[in-house]
Every structure is written in structure tokens, then in C-alpha cells.
């Protein structure tokens, strides 16, 4: 299978299972954004997601239970099996499912029926989830003929920090947390994004809901236990140290707003990265202030501006970025910057 990044999956999303109306099937570890991307990109389509995790359905649920009507006895399906319109019908946590359930799904993805029901036209744009064996989920073999019939491929996710960066930035994720997994998981040898160590898993989810809350609502004592509980004691003591030294950094608006000066050369590698993405933050927050990040930004060394500029890329949208005066002003420094060779220019 091919290994994607959530950036490369969402463009599959919508070019082979909508556009081309092909069945993709989406393997990752918990944890890792897969049913957050499905949804991102029916969002981006204006379509509807028709979720469903099929470890909690029932055989009726899909043939239908027995009941009596003015009719007579008909068997009544599932209520939220699409009639009409169009959508995305998302089919998670489909090997967790039972075998006699993934056969009602080879019936579903193959013919576009089961029994008498019929998918509507609009809503043949399948796209399923589930974990590897490998990622110790409970995990039931797919039969080689449903997995036959993802004939629109399938797809391992990865986790990758620059994208994972440029989702949290706009998610509202803490810029400690951003910076931070951005520092250790390009100067440390271990897995920060997502790791699983028996004992401990650690997540993209949890880090833009469980350590986020922590640390922008807890204090003392209560903080540090409860970040030590969420990523465990190694690690939990290597990300207090690291928002303790975020909090004596200078202000990033004041820097934006022209005080570049509080910007040293003998700052720590740990303190650029916090000041990086909290300038790609700000101007995603604020458009105003783009011309103001960019500037400190270009102040700053090769290596840093070109990471703050890359997500400022995916934060502010290239488009935005490529219209701004200074950098029109300054094009020369950005391809510098972004290692542009004159024959590309």
C-alpha cells in the first residue's frame, strides 16, 4: 500500500473516491487523524459524511429488522441509510467489524445494494478506516474480496509534523505544543508526534486535546501530574522544562510589530522554533500582521525563516503570501531563503 501524508490524503479523498468515484480504504494508528481528514474533506466539497463505525453495528442495522406496517411485514433498515442527495459514506474501524458484517459491506461497496436496498447514486463515493494488526487495535482479517474492491487503492497514513504543524496552528493547538513537537522531532532521535511504547501511546490526538487542555487550564502541581499521566514521566518532564523556558521568550506580536531586536543569535535552537511558529500563528490570526512576521522572519537565519515561511505557505495560503509587498519587495531574500536556484526563478 501506499504511505501518505494527511495533506496527500485528503487530495485522494476527493480525486479517486468523489471525483472518480473509486473505493479507497485508509490504514493509520489511533490516534493519528484519519476520520478528521474524511470529515475535512467532505467540509472542503460542501458534502455531507455519512459516518459510520462498524464495530458498534448490528447485521439488522443493515438488513433490516421485521415489523409490522400498515403495508404489512417489511423489513425496516437502518434510518440513516441515505435515500437521496449525494455524499460521502465513511465506513470506519472497518476490520474491527465482524466477518459477517464486512460481507454486508462487500455487498455494499460491489453491487451498491444490500437485499432491497439500493445506495443512491450521489452517495457511491465510499471511503473506509481502520487500523494495521500491527497498532495492537482488535483487528479482524479483511477478506481478499472486499479488499479487492477498493479498487481506488489503499492508503497508509503517517504522521508528518509540518503538516500536523499547519492543521494545529489553525485549529487553535497551543503554539507551545506546535513548537515544541517541531523542535524534538527534528533534533531527537525518538518519535514525539506519535509514539508507542507498550506503555505508552502518545498521539497527535492527544496533543491537540488532552495536553493542550493541560496546559493552557492547569497550574502547579496539577499540570505537571496530569501531562506525566497523558505522555508519561521522560517525556512529560522534557515539555514542562520546554514551556517554562516558553514563558521568559519576548512577546512575538512585539516582535512582529518591529521589535526585531530581541532576536538573538544566542538564542537557544528550542527558542527559535517557539518564536517561528508562534509568528506563522499570529498571522494566521491576524492577516495584518503578515507583513510584520514576514519581516521578522527574514531577520532571522536561513533555516528558520525557511520553516516559518513553508507554514505560512499552508497557514495563509500561498496565494496570500505570493501578494504581500514586502516579500514582492524582498523576492531576491525569499529565494535565498527557500533555496530557489536562478534557473528556477
Not at 195 to 218: C, E, Y
Not at 263 to 273: G, N, Q, R, V
Request: aromatic share 8%; charged share 25%.
Amino acid at each position: 500500500m501506499k504511505r501518505v501524508r494527511s495533506g496527500e490524503l485528503r487530495e485522494i479523498i476527493v480525486e479517486v473516491a468523489v471525483k472518480g468515484r473509486l473505493p479507497i480504504m485508509i490504514w493509520g494508528a489511533p490516534g493519528i487523524g484519519k476520520s478528521h481528514i474524511v470529515r475535512e474533506a467532505a467540509s472542503s466539497l460542501g458534502m455531507p459524511l455519512l459516518d459510520m463505525r462498524l464495530n458498534y453495528y448490528e447485521e439488522s442495522d443493515f438488513l433490516g429488522i421485521p415489523m409490522r406496517t400498515e403495508r404489512g411485514m417489511e423489513f425496516v433498515k437502518y434510518a440513516k441509510l441515505p435515500r437521496e442527495g449525494s455524499g460521502i459514506w465513511f465506513l470506519d474501524e472497518l476490520t474491527h467489524a465482524r466477518t459477517s458484517i464486512q460481507g454486508l459491506i462487500f455487498q455494499l461497496i460491489n453491487d451498491g445494494a444490500i437485499e432491497d436496498y439500493k445506495v443512491p447514486d450521489g452517495w457511491m463515493h465510499f471511503v473506509a478506516a481502520s487500523n494495521l494488526p500491527s497498532h495492537r487495535s482488535i483487528s479482524n482479517q479483511m477478506p481478499a474480496g472486499l479488499y479487492s474492491r477498493f479498487t481506488g487503492g489503499h492508503y497508509e497514513l503517517v504522521p508528518d509534523i509540518d503538516d500536523w504543524a499547519s492543521w494545529a496552528i489553525t485549529a487553535g493547538v497551543d503554539n507551545r505544543i506546535i513548537s515544541f513537537l517541531q523542535y524534538m522531532e527534528k533534533n531527537d532521535q525518538n518519535r514525539w508526534l506519535y509514539r508507542d511504547q507498550g506503555d505508552i501511546l502518545i498521539t497527535p490526538r492527544l496533543w491537540a486535546t488532552g495536553v493542550n487542555h493541560a496546559i493552557t487550564s492547569l497550574t502547579g502541581k496539577t499540570l505537571e501530574n496530569a501531562i506525566m499521566g497523558m505522555i508519561g514521566e521522560d517525556a512529560g518532564a522534557e515539555f514542562i522544562h520546554f514551556i517554562r523556558l516558553a514563558g521568559r521568550l519576548p512577546d512575538i506580536e512585539a516582535i512582529a510589530a518591529g521589535d526585531t531586536g530581541r532576536l538573538s543569535e544566542s538564542m537557544d535552537a528550542s527558542e527559535k522554533y517557539l518564536i517561528v511558529s508562534g509568528l506563522a500563528k499570529l498571522a494566521s490570526r491576524k492577516p495584518e500582521m503578515l507583513t510584520g512576521c514576514l519581516r521578522a522572519l527574514f531577520s532571522m537565519n536561513d533555516e528558520y525563516a525557511a520553516l516559518g515561511v513553508g507554514m505560512l505557505m499552508r497557514t495563509v495560503g500561498r496565494q496570500a503570501l505570493m501578494q504581500n509587498y514586502f516579500l514582492i519587495s524582498n523576492v531576491e531574500r525569499f529565494h535565498a531563503i527557500m533555496g530557489v536556484a536562478d534557473e528556477e526563478r
